[in-house]
């Protein structure tokens, strides 16, 4: 087993092309000398997890709740003002 480091950098070209680019993973570890286990190991930890998504999907969620209870509010708040305007123009004598 090797103990060999690598860069950052080298990590990310490695998993950009079995990402981005589709090759596999079998081709890009002997392509650049990696192990396949180390490989997917990379790829695996920059991939969000199905839990990550879920949380990022509610935090969007809460975000359009929240938008679309500001923007409810002023509706609500505009038609209040339509219906004092209707009433007092109503009852001005012509």
């Given at each position: 087993?090797?103990?060999?480091?690598?860069?950052?950098?080298?990590k990310d070209e490695a998993i950009?092309?079995?990402i981005d680019r589709g090759y596999a993973i079998s081709?890009?570890?002997e392509n650049l000398g990696v192990s396949q286990h180390s490989l997917?190991?990379?790829v695996k930890?920059?991939?969000?997890?199905?839990?990550h998504s879920k949380d990022n999907e509610l935090i969007e969620a809460k975000k359009e709740i929240l938008?679309?209870?500001?923007?409810l509010k002023r509706a609500e708040e505009e038609r209040d003002i339509?219906?004092?305007a209707a009433?007092?123009?109503?009852?001005?004598?012509e």
């Open positions: 087993m090797s103990n060999q480091r690598y860069s950052p950098e080298f950009r092309q079995v081709e890009v570890a997917y190991k990379w930890a920059c991939r969000p997890s199905p839990e938008q679309l209870r500001s923007q339509l219906k004092k009433r007092y123009f109503a009852s001005q004598p």
